[in-house]
């Protein structure tokens, strides 16, 4: 069973950084792109960022040139290192997959991080 396990979340003052992780184990034979969805309360899931296989990274226009997505294709692990955090950056941040295994190909889901940004 693949299981994708987020760590790193936390309290930050305005303008202070956090770096979240995010390993993905199981029967992965290919992981074809990670990425990071964010959901504030009272308000819809929204995708943050993404990165290919090959690197190819994708951002929401409000975190450009502030958050930086990578990935460590050894480890199975995405980070998301967010910087200059604003108050409006406060949600649970979901990594999510798109993984084949011998079984097909489908999208996974961790079960969140608590990220809380004061002001």
């Known amino acids: 069973q693949v299981q994708l396990v987020e760590s790193g979340g936390g309290l930050v003052q305005a303008g202070g950084s956090l770096r979240l992780s995010c390993t993905a184990s199981?029967?992965?034979?290919?992981?074809?792109?990670m990425g990071w969805y964010r959901q504030a309360l009272g308000k819809q899931r929204e995708l943050v960022a993404t990165?290919?296989?090959?690197?190819?990274?994708d951002y929401v226009d409000s975190v450009k040139g502030r958050f930086a997505i990578s990935v460590d294709t050894a480890k199975n692990t995405v980070y998301l290192q967010m910087n200059n955090l604003k108050p409006g950056d406060t949600a649970v941040y979901y990594c999510?997959?798109?993984?084949?295994?011998?079984?097909?190909?489908?999208?996974?889901w961790g079960r969140g991080t608590q990220v809380t940004v004061s002001s």
């Open positions: 199981g029967p992965t034979r290919i992981i074809n792109s």
């Open positions: 990165i290919t296989s090959n690197r190819v990274a």
């Open positions: 999510s997959a798109d993984i084949t295994t011998n079984w097909g190909r489908s999208d996974y």
